[in-house]
């Protein structure tokens, strides 16, 4: 065995940083500095962002180790910079910061959140493959794997995202059934908790439990996977509930200002590995631009995730009883007794995304909509400002009208996700929208 002879700088500081003394640092103390050497950057307090498509290797030896690591013969990726297609140094910086929110080994950020999810779901299905996926997922994800994976020949089986453990394995089982049947094996249980729209909660750890009875004593067996978008990663963090790969749309809270379009996926060194074989292939990873902008985004998402939550409480306390509002969907404000336990099992806020049912149909939404003053029209979530949108017409416009029913998708729904504004200027403006209509 020859020693390793790469000179160049570890850019990566000790995992000491994350301590001082005995005591653990907390995120939001760390995305100020973690895992970025100013002395290895002329000194400059923020990263540069380096807008290079190669990067030179300080030896031949050098090169052929780091190849090691891309081309997946060593676990967890290179150890140094390659080829900006690989990994960047902005990128590995973010994907440390989101690595330290999650509480997980590895990160992979990626050029959109639905770039994120195909890479994850092409990484781990074969042709014959099944996934069980909980419902509904957001629209873009329902869509790639009912109407592109099936071209591949994958296969899914779907249940109710409030579904109890025996509800659960029943759609393990199904799962199971189908995988026999096309010669395949279940690939990956795929859940979305809050769902979109409706905000229904998936009990992740029935799910892993579930996953673990329903595979025991096998040797391979299909990851959890969570797309964390409407909570994480401040009031859920699903990898200590059994998840194994969390998934994100970092264009909303993590980026939080309406201003990027990102995805990042986290987990074991283990479980990231497919996924970061075909990122390197296929070229899905985020631009060093956009990871910069995140690494500001995330110095404030602690303070930004917590206003944006403390306004949505005072707005929905302020809707609930609002003789215009036929109902609030908000997880503040939970009345079923199975979604009330999962939350207060896996959830430590109830995030600023909800639903606002006004009394009427579709004109009286639309009156709304169109008298909001601060509140702007638009779909997304998860910005400093407030947003509101009618996912009937919009998002979710191309549902069959059955199944629209069935997610409980009216007419009268209107989507709100509340940011950082004054509360008592959100509320006048609720107030003055709802005497309109
Ligand atoms: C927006 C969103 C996505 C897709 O993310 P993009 O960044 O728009 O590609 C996936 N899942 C959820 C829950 C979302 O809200």
């Known amino acids: 065995m020859t020693e390793p002879v790469d000179r160049t700088p570890r ?10 003394g005995g005591r653990e640092l907390k995120p939001s103390t760390l995305m100020m500095g973690y895992g970025y050497d100013p002395q290895l950057s002329e000194g400059s307090l923020k990263p540069p962002i380096f807008l290079t498509s190669t990067f030179a290797f300080s030896s031949a030896e050098a090169g052929k180790r780091h190849f090691e690591g891309i081309t997946g013969l060593r676990e967890g990726g290179a150890e140094g910079l390659v080829y900006s297609r690989f990994n960047g140094p902005n990128q590995e910086i973010l994907e440390d910061r989101l690595g330290v929110w999650e509480g997980a080994e590895s ?3 990626f050029s959109s959140g639905m770039s994120a999810i195909a890479t994850l779901l092409l990484a781990y299905c074969s042709a014959g493959d099944v996934i069980v996926h909980s419902g509904p997922l957001y629209a873009a994800t329902e869509g790639f794997i009912a109407n592109v ?3 591949y020949g994958v296969g899914w089986v779907d249940f109710a995202a409030g579904a109890d453990r025996a509800g659960i394995e029943d759609a393990i089982a199904r799962g199971r059934a189908l995988a026999a049947e096309q010669g395949g094996k279940l690939a990956l249980i795929y859940l979305e908790s809050p769902a979109n729209p409706t905000n229904a909660l998936v009990d992740i750890e029935a799910v892993a439990a579930a996953r673990d009875a329903a595979f025991a004593g096998e040797e391979r067996y299909p990851p959890v996977a969570i ?4 909570l994480g990663p401040l009031w859920q963090r699903p990898l200590g509930h059994g998840a194994d790969i969390v998934v994100y749309s970092l264009t909303k809270y993590a980026g939080g200002h309406s201003d990027l379009v990102a995805g990042g996926l986290s987990g074991s060194k283990r479980w990231m590995g497919p996924v970061r074989s075909l990122r390197n292939t296929m070229g899905t990873i985020l631009d060093p631009n956009t990871s910069w902008m995140l690494l500001r985004s995330l110095e404030t998402l602690e303070i930004r995730m917590q206003r944006a939550t403390e306004n949505a409480i005072r707005v929905c306390d302020f809707l609930k009883d609002h003789p215009k509002v036929a109902g609030v969907g908000f997880l503040g404000l939970l009345k079923d007794a199975r979604q009330k336990d999962i939350y207060q099992r896996h959830c430590t806020g109830p995030g600023s995304t909800f639903s606002l049912f006004i009394k009427g149909g579709e004109a009286e939404s639309f009156r709304f909509l ?7 029209l638009a779909v997304s979530l998860g910005g400093t400002e407030t947003l509101a949108s009618h996912p009937a017409a919009m998002t979710h416009l191309s549902v069959p009208a059955q199944r629209k029913a069935l997610l409980g998708i009216t007419d009268n729904l209107v989507r709100v996700s509340i940011g950082i504004e004054d509360p008592d200027d959100l509320i006048a403006d609720f107030e003055q929208a709802l005497a309109a209509v």
């Open 11 to 20: 850019r990566k500081p000790k995992a000491e940083v994350r301590k001082i």
């Open 107 to 109: 990160s992979l950020v």
């Open 149 to 151: 994976m099936s071209r």
């Open 227 to 230: 797309d964390n978008t409407f």
């Open 370 to 376: 169109d008298s909001l003053k601060v509140a702007k």
